[in-house]
């Protein structure tokens, strides 16, 4: 599985963005998937999960609220819709798949088998 994520840029806070997570291979379906950031100096952290239907999300805290997690399986693709941003929202944004298969959605990084090569989000104050 191949993942290319996309839609990040600069906005001001309390703006909106849609990020896009795009996947290749036709096992895409039977994937959680997640999306996770890391700021400058910092660890890459969960930001949401979803489960390989869409049935079930999961949100870390700081985003809970503010950000939605969907997919479409027909088009392969996830998005984050992130709205109310902050400046403390500034990262990469990475969307990774949890080769899993029907598995519930994770927090856990390590559960993730691929990644994409991340967007870059910048909330200016």
């Known amino acids: 599985v191949q993942l290319q994520a996309s839609g990040g840029g600069l906005v001001q806070a309390r703006g909106s963005l849609r990020l896009s997570c795009a996947a290749s291979g036709r096992t895409f379906s039977t994937y959680g998937m997640g999306w996770f950031r890391q700021a400058p100096g910092k660890e890459r952290e969960f930001v949401a999960a979803?489960?390989?239907?869409?049935?079930?999300?999961t949100y870390a805290d700081s985003v809970k609220g503010r950000f939605t997690i969907s997919r479409d399986n027909a088009k392969n693709t996830m998005y984050l819709q992130t709205n109310s941003l902050k400046p403390e929202d500034t990262a990469v944004y990475y969307c990774?798949?949890?080769?899993?298969?029907?598995?519930?959605?994770?927090?856990?990084?390590?559960?993730?088998?691929?990644w994409g090569q991340g967007t870059e989000v910048t909330v200016s104050s």
């Open positions: 990774a798949a949890d080769a899993n298969k029907y598995g519930d959605p994770t927090i856990w990084r390590g559960s993730y088998t691929y």
């Open positions: 979803i489960s390989w239907s869409g049935s079930s999300t």
